[in-house]
């Protein structure tokens, strides 16, 4: 039987179409695995001025930490963590650095975005009254009948009341004089009040760094005297953490590298803290690094359990402790604060 020839060439015909299709995709499938896929565009922000405190992230960008999970990371300064967390709430920032306190009010609010915590870079706060010991102030139950400084937008007088009840002190018998955050240091140092209130690591720093004599230093730390409040944490718009959770597990993956080698090489993360840094010193910014590092990070907790988790028990108690200040619209609960789903296991978060 005689095949006709316009048969055999449609037959022909297709054979090289398919073929032609087959080599076709297999050469757009060699292409997309020699060509890196494009970084997923994260705006970072933390919640105040580059000091110290910013070494974790700062060290994680400079070593290319956050590139290798295929993100591109741009940094900008909110003002202050109210302003941080409503620049996620909004979706002006994916990610911020804020103090998880301010998180819980926010979300203490009835109608408040679902904006949560996915990472606590600081185990403990640093909330502490800094104080001269020259004006009879070695402990906190010497603070009654003294005048405690309080700068203006200072986040740790808001857990003063929780603190001070939990201590057996009067607030009513600790006069309060509201200054400029600008003349906090000096105020104390000139003996125009008793202490002040701040962050260990920056009030205490900035008073060595001004000429007050360490031993004449007081540094009542909240955590030293009960106060079980985290610090700060990383915060994530609800939105993106739905539409990239490997982009946010990426990140805090990242996040943890930059810590240990913040903690392994302080001397380095400080060279990228002073190259954001306007004319910031360099011993100084370790001092507080350090400082940080010690009392604030690198915890009992996170040496046990990992860095980056909360214990939710402990988490709903210091949730307690804000109220003692803040008027709740509805009280959060700890799963509402935290999302611990972004976290690597505990053995991937242990800190030598």
Known sequence: MRVRPTIAFHCISALLTGLLALACSGASQVRAQVEPRQPIQIRFAFDRPIDAGAAPVLLASASGLFGSEGLAVATEIAGGSADAIARVASGAA?????????????RGKSDAPQVKAVFVL????PYAIVARKSRGIHALS??????????????????????????????????????GAAV????????????????SYLSAVNL?????????????????????????AVIVNPAFAARSPEAVKGFVRALIAGTHLAIKQPARAVDEVISRMDGGSRD???????????????????????????DPARLDRSIAEVGEDFKFGKRPSAADIFDDSFLPPPDGRLIN
Do not use: H
Request: include cysteine; glycine fraction near 10%; proline fraction near 2%.
């Open 284 to 310: 100084l910014e370790l001092e507080r690094l350090q400082t940080l590092i010690a009392g604030n990070i690198l915890t009992a907790e996170v040496r046990r359990y990992g860095i980056g988790g909360v």
């Open 184 to 199: 906090r240091e000096p105020m104390l140092s000139a003996g125009q009040v008793d202490a002040v209130t701040g962050f």
């Open 94 to 106: 994916d990610f911020a650095l804020a103090d998880i306190n301010e998180l819980i009010r926010f």
């Open 142 to 179: 010497d603070i009654e009948g003294k005048t405690l400084g309080v700068a203006e937008g200072d986040l740790s007088i808001r857990l003063w009341p929780a603190l001070a009840k939990r201590n057996g002190i009067k607030v009513a018998n600790v006069k309060q004089n509201r200054i």
């Open 208 to 232: 060595r760094d001004r000429g007050v004599p360490a031993d004449d230093l007081a540094v009542l730390r909240f955590a030293d005297y009960g106060c079980e409040a985290y610090g700060f």
């Open 122 to 125: 600081y185990n403990q706060s």
